[in-house]
Every structure is written in C-alpha cells, then in structure tokens.
C-alpha cells in the first residue's frame, strides 16, 4: 500500500456532502446479468449491486431520499422488457432489507412526481437509463431532466465512468457532484498500483486483443518489472515473431502492435514475457479434440485455447515473487472445462501471492469468483474499461466532472 500522502483522491466525497434532508441522484453501477428473458427473470450475479450498497446506506442513515439510476445491457435507446431494472430492483429492496420505490421511465411527470414525494431514507430506482437515446450522446435536455429530480449529485458508478454519458457526465454539471464511496476506492486503489506499487510489480494480461491492452503494456514496460502474457492476445505476438498460429484467433491489427512492444521491451527494464507451451482444441468447444503442445508454432487444424502447465508454473512463480500484482485477462478460453487450468493457475497463484493483489477486467473477475478466490484478493475492481483506462493514465469522464476537493 503507498505511505500517507503519496496519493490522494482529488475529489469530493459523498462523505462531505450536506446530503440531511436532500434529495441525491445517485448514479450506480447496476449493470447486472440476469436470468434468460421471461417471467421469473432474476438477477444471476448481485455482486454490483453489492458494491453499491455502502454508498445507499451511507446516504439513508444521513436522511437523504435516493433516486438511484443505473443501465443494464444494451437496449439501444429504447425501452426492451429484458432490460428492464425490476428484477434489479427486486434484488435491492431484498439486500437493503426495505421497500424500493421503483419508476416505470427515467425522466418525465410522473417520475418527477415520485421523487419529490419521497422521504428521508427512501430509494426510488428509476427505469434503465440506456432506454433513453440520449443517455449515450450525452444529451444536454435528458441531463438537465435528470438534474431537476434532486438537489446534488453522486456518482457511484465507477463501471460506467469513462463514459461521458448524460447520468455520468452530463448531470454532473448542472448539481453539485460528489464521488461515492466504491468510486472513492476503486480511484484510490487502482492509481496505488499504478504509481505507487511496492515492486517487484508483475502485471499479467489475457484476453483476446492487443488492441484492448495496448496502453496498459506501454504504460507499464516503464514502471513494472514484468508483463505475463496470456489467453489470445499471444498469437499476434507469436505472428509478429514469423510464428504459426494455426487456427488460433489472431486479431490481425494487434500484429504490428505486438511488434512493436516486443521491441519497446528490448530498451525497458521491464519483461515482457509470452507463453511457451500451449493447449489446443479443434475447435471452441468444450467437447473439441484436445491436444498438448509443448512449444508454440501451433499446427494448421488446431488452436491454441490455454497456455500450457509449463507457463503456468513459471507464471505463478513469478506472481510468488511479486511484492504488488496487477492481473486483467483470463489466460484461455476459462470456460470451457478442457481451458480452464491455465486460468485457474493464475488466479490460485495470484490469490496465494504475499504481496498486494488486484484483479480487474470482467473476465478475470468472473474467474476469480468462479474458483472461489475472490475473498483472497486485496481489490476485485467492479470496472472493467475503466479500469483499463485508468491504468493508462486516461481522464475518466465522469470523475472529472466531479467537483474538486478545495485547497485549504
């Protein structure tokens, strides 16, 4: 963990808001999977929903009412039954242990009507707000629409902060804005890792494009002591090396990404480190032929699906001697039984490891909670692009937009 004062969070805390007797719009991060579509529809991972809970107690126990609005999936500006927040809703009143109000739209008469009857501690969940086109462009009439159900403004929805979107971004202009405690601590843990690790920093990345972790592999060969490479993102650097990838799936515009980090690595301190034995299958499937390789010019007929138990090991020793660890991306296919070991490897090691752990990234999250090691990370990030952007050293919108902390 970084010493006292190098780092601090630049802005406003919910914990200093004059919230007694006001009305908050909270923008939470409810994006949650739900059951096949149907009558029965419920929540099949309440985790979010979880992490949100923190900042809503905070704001009741202080006599605020709540308007509480969160996406859900991608409904494409317009109202979808699947989408909508009621089972999401069900699922809140059930953790909270109180009734939520719940809205049948996001914005207009009869929501507005609801808010302001609403007392001291009570929630109202408004309707998923990507039913409304503007949500996405950030449109200023559904943000001024918004900012009228409250007096001020939080932000809880560290998932969704990179967005510049209308609850993100958009309102935070127009009510005084505030950051809530999971988005308080999601900033702090991940620019602790990222400018202030104990080193050795090992940082291990998967998942299937260069593309998507570009930024993180050149933020981090000035800073970490070694990348792990894993899961798909491997075959466009075995590509740029002249290797065979078989059927693997090669993102073709990675290739000349994958180049050029190799050659970065050659003038960083940092290792940069690839598998070097593979799993195959014939194909995705977790009933597909199956076959060890030990090496990684990968055969016409044949992808490569997990790295192999040689890398595992030799990842999982260097996770050992790790004093901070940083790990965003499954190492194969996970999924699929025969592909899990690699993966399952990594997180047992990373959840074994003395040193400071964090996992971001859906997948890897997913893995962690699946292998029953979440509990032994020191921070499971819920942000999976923001997170991402973060470690880049991007501006994330909806932090951004948050009012500074004032200098004494």
Not at 196 to 209: E, Y
Request: proline fraction near 5%; charged fraction near 25%; glycine fraction near 10%.
């Amino acid at each position: 963990m970084p010493q006292d004062g190098e780092f601090s969070f630049d802005r406003r805390s919910v914990r200093d808001a004059p919230v007694e007797g006001k009305r908050v719009l909270l923008r939470a991060d409810l994006n949650v999977p739900l059951t096949p579509a149907g009558p029965g529809q419920r929540v099949a991972d309440d985790s979010r929903i979880r992490a949100s809970l923190a900042t809503i107690e905070h704001l009741r126990e202080r006599g605020a009412s709540v308007v509480l609005v969160s996406h859900l999936g991608r409904p494409d500006g317009a109202p979808d039954p699947n989408l909508s927040m009621r089972p999401v809703g069900d699922r809140l009143a059930d953790l909270l242990g109180v009734e939520v109000g719940r809205a049948d739209a996001v914005v207009g008469d009869e929501v507005r009507t609801a808010a302001e009857a609403l007392a001291p501690g009570d929630v109202l969940l408004l309707e998923n707000s990507r039913f409304e086109p503007g949500e996405t462009t950030n449109d200023p009439e559904l943000s001024a629409e918004l900012a009228s159900l409250a007096d001020l403004y939080v932000n809880d929805a560290f998932g969704a902060a990179h967005r510049a979107h209308a609850t993100t971004e958009g309102v935070a202009h127009l009510l005084d804005a505030y950051a809530g405690l999971l988005l308080e601590k999601e900033v702090s843990e991940i620019v602790s890792v990222r400018d202030h690790a104990t080193r050795p920093l090992c940082v291990i990345l998967g998942g299937s494009k260069v593309s998507d972790k570009i930024g993180v592999i050149d933020r981090f060969l000035d800073t970490a002591d070694e990348i792990l490479i894993g899961g798909a993102m491997c075959f466009p650097f075995y590509a740029a090396r002249g290797e065979s990838t078989g059927d693997s799936l090669v993102e073709e515009d990675g290739i000349a990404m994958a180049s050029r980090a190799m050659e970065d690595a050659t003038d960083s301190d940092c290792e940069l480190l690839l598998p070097v034995d593979l799993e195959l299958g014939r194909d995705f499937s977790a009933e597909t032929e199956t076959r060890y390789l030990e090496g990684t010019e990968v055969p016409d007929g044949w992808m490569g699906l997990d790295i192999g138990p040689n890398t595992a090991d030799s990842y999982a020793e260097r996770i050992a001697g790790a004093g901070t660890v940083l790990w965003n991306g499954p190492m194969g296919a996970f999924e699929l039984k025969p592909f899990a070991a690699g993966t399952k490897a990594v997180a047992e090691a990373v959840a074994s490891a003395p040193g400071r752990t964090l996992v971001g990234g859906g997948d890897s999250v997913a893995a962690v909670d699946e292998f029953g090691l979440a509990d032994r990370i020191d921070w499971v990030s819920t942000g999976g692009g923001a997170s991402l952007e973060l470690l880049e050293d991007e501006t994330l919108p909806g932090v951004a937009a948050l009012l500074p902390v004032e200098e004494d």
